[in-house]
């Protein structure tokens, strides 16, 4: 399976850096034919890392399929919030968070080097 995720991390982004993805008892992973979401839980809270859709499927609905199923496997695993931290510049994804009822909680300048992260919760 980190062969699959491997993949579509290099198909769907330009940054594509991770090296290896490693999964253990804690990993929520969602993977469709066209895209996949990667999280972690700790006790009551989860954490998305990443959700890509390969870039010819964009704009079809996919993105929002995948995140409610990571979120339904959130909630499924006992989750009180699930936080996660986006680009300043994705308007495409904070646009997609916020219509699932996340809420920006801080900022992180820099974080991407060039551009800050916006730190975001959402309250199940």
Sequence with gaps: MNEQ?????????????????TLNENS????EDYGYALGVRFGDECELLRIGVLPERRGGGLGSAILSAFLRQCEGGGAKRVFLE???????AMALYVKFGFTQIGRRRGYYGDDDAIVM???M
């Design 5 to 21: 995720i491997l993949a579509f991390e290099r198909a769907c982004f330009d940054d594509a850096s991770w090296k290896s993805v």
């Design 28 to 31: 929520i992973i969602v993977l």
């Design 86 to 92: 986006v680009a300043c510049g994705n308007s495409a």
């Design 121 to 123: 919760e959402k309250h």
